[in-house]
């Protein structure tokens, strides 16, 4: 009718989630269409408010129809047909329309029920196609025709509505401002096809403008998945150039003639002895970088992140390696058919990232650092007024804080003179994770990454699921049958395993289905999918610090008892907070079977026990020394009691030597064994999978939250 009437094309129609909106007749009729359908989040009407604002209007002129006619209630759905019959026939600034006594529309009238003047000698009726319809009024009246009313029937002589204005050859009406056409956001896509579209389950509403800017910066951005298909986007072909502009500059290589009996290396063709040595070079820890986040967080540090441009350049090469020419910049001319031989370290070598660190190394320590012994990739300086500097490196990303200010900017243009730094700002956006700072606080989430894994394995429309796994599932090794494509659910579980470092309420169902690499089944699948359609209720959650001092270790440690179906294995869990901030956490199955609860709640304690040590001590490096003893809490008092107890029992002399070091740290009073009841566990949902409600009293309990939730 809009098309026919007005001569415009609808692009695209918004509603809410009535029934009648996404039945699949209503949604099968878009689509043939071509329009856009887009849903509102729920219990959000203000994102459909042209809508909503007539809706209000049309209620308005309801309820003065009932009350001013003293009409009962029970005839409300009459009064809303004769409010929109006289709201689209009556002048508004936006029509040209001009004012008639005669109405010529097609479309019916409502039942004339609100006090319409009846004429003393009514014309004849006119015969229509409309059955007569019954009038109610205050007083008796005698039935009228639904036909339009002649002119000089009694009505009033002032002229109402336009002739004109009801034809279906009228022109659109014009308006004294400027038409906009609203174009639908690209990210909805086609969304009418799903009951579930994620735009349900996302927002982005309640972000500042620079950081809303920044988010839809980096969702732009797309890597492709090989060179031949960077190569046919000209940005891609720049980079490349730019690539190898740096490679030039650096001297990595010199184009000489390929020795007799040697090959061409490439990475995975490397022998060890030859073409290699060591190869190992530390990474950052990403305890370590929530470890630091935190402490931003609790003493209101800045977070500033650097890259470093081509790092692999920078390192020294011992080895002699020749490597054919890139694809796309083959020799020409007198350098024809010749290969290079590398001066430096590159891109693929498995020695590169060990020349690149030891080259890092030994810059960053000559400006007055110090290595961490316990993550070596931290390194500290501090000032004789007790002014720090923290600085953390991931490969070539570089994270720095610190109370040091001018410090900082020092740190910068230091390493700007030795490598080509990028300086990129403010911490926002770290190996995946999508870091968001206010007064309040910081949130980690990797909300981008989890859109990039529903979009890659098509669960952006699924239906969600409540909990990650079924508190009834129970998987075992020959549960199915065996899927065609192990690798693909491999991939897919080692993305589910990454997301884990901001969601630890993934971390016991991805540790299950990840036990199950080796021969995934069907029913293996199934459940990585049900993970999916959980991840999807909530894209943006993750962890947040809360801004203010936080001090103190303390870890949480559970275990159930022969959870395993399979081989009766206990499962550990355990999450240490560094304050009230959440820094750690796992979800393993015990290396063998215990033979008691307590025993597998004491397993637990020992592994808490050793997260806490790890922790205390890069604390202490950083100059936060922890001097008071570290609470260890535990639900199973018996537990407690064999931390404590140094004599030897009947069911515990079995117990490997080493698990018992946890009474000699209780002894020398850095541990200190607490109990806890089962309602203020942390830890209990990294044991087994737990019903809907409990698992948000746990999400809770850990300090995650969703900045991207539908309000």
Known sequence: MIKTQYNTIVRAIRSDNGGEYISDAFCSQLNQKGILHQLTCPQTPEQNGVAERKNRHIMSIVRCLLCGMHVPKSYWHMAVLTAVYLMNRTPSRVSDSSPSTEDTSPLPRPVPIFDFMVPESPSPPVPTSHPPLQVYTRRPRPPLPDSPLAPGSGMSSTPLVSTQSTQSTQSPPTSRYPSRIRQPPSRFGWLCSTNHPISQYISYLGLSDSYHAFIGMIDSVSIPRS??????????????????????????????????????????????????????????????????????????WPLHQLDVKNAFLHGNLLETIYMDPPPGFQAEGEYAGKVCRLRKSLYGLKQSPRAWFSRFSEVILSMEFVRCHSDHTCFIRRRSDGRCIILLVYVDDIILTGDDTPGITDVKQSLGKVFEVKDLGALKY?????????????????????????????????????????????????????????????????????????????TFAVSVVSQFMHAPRTSHLDAVYHILRYVKTSPGLGLFYSAGHQSGLSCFTDADYAGSQTDRRSTTGLSTFYGNHLISWKSKK??????????????????????????????????????????????NK???????????HERSKHIEVDIHFIREKVRSGIITPSFVSSSKQTADVFTKPVGPSLLQSSIVKLGLIDIFAPA
């Open 227 to 300: 060179v031949s298909v960077a190569l046919q986007d000209p940005k891609w072909v720049t980079a490349m150039q730019a690539e190898m502009d740096a490679l030039q500059a650096n001297q990595t290589w010199e184009l000489v003639p390929l020795p007799s009996a040697r090959l061409v290396a490439k990475g995975f063709t490397q022998i060890p002895g030859k073409d290699f040595g060591a190869t190992f070079a530390p990474v950052a820890k990403l305890t370590s970088v929530r470890l630091l986040v935190s402490l931003a967080a609790s003493h209101s």
């Open 430 to 506: 770290f190996l995946g994770i999508e870091v968001a700072r206010s007064r309040h606080g910081i949130s980690l989430s990797q909300r981008k990454y989890t859109l990039d894994l529903l979009q890659e394995t098509g669960m952006l429309g699924c239906r969600p699921a409540s909990t990650p796994m079924d508190p009834n599932l129970k998987l075992s090794v020959e549960s199915g049958e065996l899927i065609s494509n192990p690798s693909m659910y491999q991939r897919l579980v080692g993305r589910l395993i990454y997301l884990t470092n901001t969601r630890p309420d993934l």
């Open 590 to 635: 015990q290396a063998v079977v215990s033979r008691s609860s307590a025993e597998a709640e004491y397993r637990a304690m020992a592994q808490g026990t050793c997260e806490i040590l790890w922790l205390r001590s890069i604390c202490n490096e950083l100059g936060f020394m922890e001097t008071d003893s570290s609470q260890l809490f535990c639900d």
């Open 638 to 648: 018996s537990a407690i009691m064999l931390a404590s107890d140094s004599v030897l």
